[in-house]
T-cell receptor
């Protein structure tokens, strides 16, 4: 079974800081990886998708990387803003299902 | 709005009652997923459809749970004889072969 770990579980940073969220997984047989954002009590919003053949994807202030050999992915957020406060989840797709981490709860302090 | 929609958004029921949730995926998406999420946890896989075929079910999906996607479009998830442990957010998602899109979820509270 795919095990997905996200570190740290919670993070609090002042506005404007750059930050990195980490995600590790145990099975390298993945099709793709997605990073999601979840606001309290809401569904998930897809942020970035990285196919297994890719190393990274960028969207605005977000950059996600994938290293299958080490079983790791990172989400880099540049110049953080209070509106970035949310829980960030990584998920690996193995063909029929996604395996999710438990998320990193991010608070950006104005 | 052309995203994934779920109905109802909230459901409160008494233990032992049956409940049914509906998911309408994005129209051209052939893949549909159901997930369950409890407080502080990541979503847990329940089941997956490709068109109308249910291709995978988690062992979390006990005999009290049943899901259908009769015409390969919308899907329903039914929970029979609800238990307090069924209280959770039930999330539906759809995709083709790339990005998966989640609906807003149905929050179930079993009293």
């Amino acid at each position: 079974k795919q095990e997905v770990t996200q570190i740290p579980a919670a993070l609090s940073v002042p506005e404007g800081e750059n930050l990195v969220l980490n995600c590790s997984f145990t099975d390298s047989a993945i099709y793709n990886l997605q990073w999601f954002r979840q606001d309290p009590g809401k569904g998930l919003t897809s942020l970035l998708l990285i196919q297994s053949s890719q190393r990274e994807q960028t969207s605005g202030r977000l950059n996600a990387s994938l290293d299958k050999s080490s079983g790791r992915s990172t989400l880099y957020i540049a110049a953080s803003q209070p509106g970035d406060s949310a829980t960030y989840l990584c998920a690996f797709f193995t063909g029929n299902q996604f395996y999710f981490g438990t998320g990193t709860s991010l608070t950006v302090i104005p | 709005d052309t995203g994934v929609s779920q109905d109802p958004r909230h459901k409160i029921t008494k233990r032992g009652q049956n409940v049914t949730f509906r998911c309408d995926p994005i129209s051209e998406h052939n893949r549909l997923y159901w997930y369950r999420q409890t407080l502080g946890q990541g979503p847990e896989f329940l089941t997956y459809f490709q068109n109308e075929a249910q291709l995978e079910k988690s062992r979390l999906l006990s005999d009290r749970f049943s899901a259908e996607r009769p015409k390969g479009s919308f899907s329903t998830l039914e929970i029979q004889r609800t238990e307090q442990g069924d209280s959770a957010m039930y999330l539906c998602a759809s995709s083709t072969t790339g990005t998966v899109y989640f609906g807003p979820g149905t929050r179930l509270l079993v009293l």
